[in-house]
C-alpha cells in the first residue's frame, strides 16, 4: 500500500510539472524575450478614449509624484526625452484660444518643430511662415479643416493632414481638441510639387519589414514631392526592434499609447504614452515594447533629399 502511494503522488507531481514547464516554454520567444500570447494580448481598455495618455498622462510613480523637482526628461546633445510633467504650454503665435507647447526644435539641434498644440472652444488655427510646410494629427477631440478653395474636412482622432508650404488654410474646433503638430521649411526639388493629404491612419496599409516584426504604416506617399514621412509602429508586448539603427535621418517621436525601453546614444530610458522623444542623426536608437498592452507611436523621419 506504501508503495502504490509513493507511486501515485510522483505521478501527480511529474504531472503539475509538465503543465508548468509547458508554461513556461508559451511564455517565452526564441530570442529571450518574455512575450505573452497574441490570443491574450487586448489594447488599451475600450472604457478610455484612443491616445487618452496623450491628454492624461502618468506623470510618476506615485511616491515620486510629489518630489519636488522630479521629471524623467532629459537633454543631451544627440536627444532628448521630453515627458508630460515638463512640458510648458503657452499661447501659440497668432492661433486664436490656443496654447501649445514646442516639444523638439532647432534651438535643440533639430530642422523641425514639433509642438502639442491645445485648442480651446471657437478656436482657430494660422499659417506657418512662409515655405514652412505642416502636418497634423489628432489625438483628442474633432477640427474642421478647411483650404482655399473652401473644400472642408472633418478630422478626428487618428486623422492627420499635410499641408504644402504656401497652401492658405485654417483649423477651427468649436470644443477642444489636442493636435501633434510638425511643420518644417520645405526642402524643394524642381519639378516635383507636394499635394494636400488628408487621411486616418486606419486608411493605410501595414507594409512589409523584413527581418522585423512590429507593424508599420507610412501616412504620407514615399514619393519624392515628400521631404519627410510621418510613421504609426505598432508593437506587442514583448517585440522589440531587430536592427539597432545609426542612420543620417532625424526622428521626433511621440508615444501615442503603450510603454517600454528607449536606448538613446548609451543610455535606456523607460517610456510610456504621453513621452516625447528626439533623436539627431546618428544617435544610436533601440526600442522594446513591455506592459500589458500594445505600443503605438508616431515617428517623424526626413526622406527622399540627398544629405548634402
Known amino acids: 500500500m506504501q508503495g502504490s502511494s509513493a507511486s501515485s503522488l510522483s505521478a501527480q507531481q511529474l504531472f503539475l510539472l509538465s503543465i ?37 498622462p502618468t506623470l510618476s510613480p506615485s511616491h515620486l509624484q510629489d518630489l519636488p523637482g522630479f521629471t524623467r526628461s ?38 523641425f518643430v514639433m509642438y502639442l498644440a491645445k485648442m480651446q472652444e471657437n478656436s482657430r488655427s494660422r499659417l506657418p511662415p512662409r515655405d514652412v510646410e505642416r502636418f497634423i494629427f489628432v489625438v483628442q477631440g474633432t477640427v474642421t479643416l478647411t483650404n482655399v478653395s473652401g473644400v472642408s474636412h472633418k478630422l478626428i482622432v487618428d486623422s492627420y493632414a499635410y499641408l504644402p508650404s504656401n497652401l492658405e488654410h485654417s483649423v477651427k474646433c468649436d470644443a477642444s481638441a489636442t493636435l501633434v503638430v510638425f511643420e518644417r521649411r520645405h526642402a524643394y526639388l524642381e519639378n516635383y510639387i507636394p499635394d494636400q493629404i488628408v487621411s486616418s491612419t486606419d ?58 525601453i528607449y536606448r538613446l546614444g548609451d543610455s535606456w530610458y523607460p517610456v510610456q504614452g504621453g513621452d516625447a522623444i528626439w533623436m539627431a542623426p546618428f544617435v544610436p536608437q533601440w526600442y522594446g515594447a513591455l506592459g500589458k498592452t500594445r505600443t503605438r507611436y508616431l515617428l517623424y523621419k526626413d526622406v527622399n533629399r540627398n544629405p548634402l
Open 203 to 260: 486608411k493605410q496599409p501595414v507594409l512589409e519589414t523584413p527581418g522585423e516584426v512590429f507593424e508599420l504604416r507610412k501616412l504620407l506617399p514615399a514619393s519624392m514631392p515628400f521631404d519627410f514621412n510621418i510613421h504609426i509602429m505598432d508593437f506587442q508586448p514583448g517585440e522589440f526592434l531587430n536592427v539597432k539603427e545609426v542612420h543620417y535621418n532625424q526622428h521626433g517621436l511621440l508615444l501615442l499609447e503603450g510603454q517600454g
Open 74 to 111: 532629459v537633454y543631451k546633445r544627440d536627444h532628448a526625452l521630453i515627458t508630460p510633467e515638463s512640458h510648458v504650454f503657452s499661447p501659440l503665435p497668432d492661433w486664436t484660444n490656443t496654447l501649445g507647447a514646442y516639444l523638439i526644435s532647432p534651438a535643440a539641434g533639430a530642422h
Open 20 to 56: 508548468i514547464l509547458s508554461l513556461l516554454k508559451f511564455g517565452f520567444t526564441q530570442d529571450g524575450f518574455c512575450s505573452a500570447p497574441s490570443s491574450i494580448i487586448k489594447p488599451e481598455s475600450n472604457s478610455q478614449p484612443l491616445y487618452w495618455k496623450v491628454t492624461n
